[in-house]
């Protein structure tokens, strides 16, 4: 491991998330958001303030 490394530089990058479901559903009739961990911490927020139940997928477009 290179112990002499340093920062040179930082990039803020906006990441915006869609919260995709059925036809018909509400944000309070949602109960479970599946998705990456990465996509679930960066939303937590949001998805905080509904108290669904959140479960890690592999990626964000699938459910495996």
Do not use: W
């Not at 930082?10 to 998705?35: M, P, W």
């Not at 949001?46 to 592999?58: A, H, K, N, T, V």
């Amino acid at each position: 491991m290179n112990e002499n490394l340093q920062v040179c530089g930082e990039l803020d990058l906006r990441i915006i998330h869609c919260l995709i479901a059925n036809q018909g559903a509400t944000l309070n009739t949602i109960k479970k958001v599946y998705s990456h961990p990465q996509a679930l911490g960066q939303s937590q927020v949001f998805l905080g303030r509904f108290g669904y139940e959140l479960i890690s997928i592999y990626d964000t477009a699938g459910r495996g």
